[in-house]
């Protein structure tokens, strides 16, 4: 293995492989959908996306436990880095639900329990970051970054669960059943690469996060994002 | 903060998000958080229902569909199992509108029984079907009526 080289990296080389070969599939091997034609293929982008977003924001929450009750820096990282990816996907998933949404419901957006669940979690876990960002004190960030990321993690299964308790615009569940099977193989070909994406993008932002916060607890009075001034030499 | 505070946040915050899990999904929140009402609830609100902006959802009835291009306005029936509310709206069709699909419209409640819409939207089943010959769209949309 050359140095620099990590399992992540083996990870993240196969979802980007499985993501261009499950599109590639979606796009160009699977049939039209009956209904909505071509526009039907954002299926393929869209549900891996939402799939592997509710994961990833489920990971927030395993680490938000860890973090409380160890008090580690690990877990610390490990929310700062799964919420952060989390984030990136739900804003994603919001991108691409508007652009499925108009040619096929006939607006961008609306109000819909699917909808506005969906619009709550992005901006929920967008404070968990703001928090992280503000909070200067390590110890204290990570306690109400941990307890924020609990809180924020209450709307997920709702997100989830959405389609089935309310009435809705949104489509419900998918399933192997509703799904054509010629349109199921892309499908979870591209599910498969988002999760891998997924679990290479948050180890590859928690190495990030865990070095940072290794080198706040070494040098505390000094923030690694300040740069220290340096006073030229004096001039003779 | 030492320890044991810190997991007594722990169990605060799982104690919060519990709670609120278990009022979101058991506190029959489904009452007043409605998106649409169906024709029947719109038909059977009478008086009530005139003047409010509401949503109403449905499918779009057989051979109900009018499109009048000069008049820039599209009338269709839209119904549930009991009953069927007239429904005009501005503007012209939506590509994937089509009899026998689900739709959600947004406007008031006419005296004269006829639900004026400024928005129409089309919903989408969860069923993704590769087209087949001489398939109806009324069949691929079957699901719609439990929605």
Known sequence: MRPGLRWEHGVLALGLGLLAFGHYQGLFVAPREAMMGDVGRILYVHVPTAWVGLLTFSWVFVAAIGSLWSGSMKWDAAVEATAEVGVVLCSLLLVQGSIWARPTWNVWWTWDPRLTTTAVMAISFVVVLILRRVIDAPARRLTVSAVASIVAFVNVPIVYMSVKWWRTLHQPFSSPETVDSPMVTPLRIAAFGMLFLSIALCTLRWRIAHKRLAAEAEAPELPPEQPQLTLPDEVS | ?147
């Open chain 2, 1 to 147: 903060m030492n320890p044991t505070q810190r997991r007594l946040f722990l169990v605060g915050a799982l104690s919060v998000a519990g709670v609120g899990l278990g009022v979101v999904a058991f506190g029959n929140l489904g009452e007043s958080l409605v998106y649409y009402w169906d024709p029947t609830q719109l038909v059977e609100a009478g008086d009530k229902a005139e003047g409010a902006t509401v949503r109403l959802g449905g499918v779009v009835e057989t051979e109900s569909v009018v499109w009048v291009e000069e008049a820039n306005e599209l009338s269709f029936q839209v119904a549930d199992a009991k009953h069927s509310v007239a429904v005009i709206n501005r503007g012209a069709p939506p590509q994937m509108f089509r009899e026998g699909i689900g739709v959600v419209v947004e406007g008031t409640m006419g005296a004269d029984g006829v639900f004026q819409s400024d928005r129409l939207m089309v919903k989408h089943s969860n069923e993704y079907r590769a087209p087949e010959e001489g398939t109806e769209s009324a069949d691929l949309y079957a699901t719609v009526e439990d929605m």
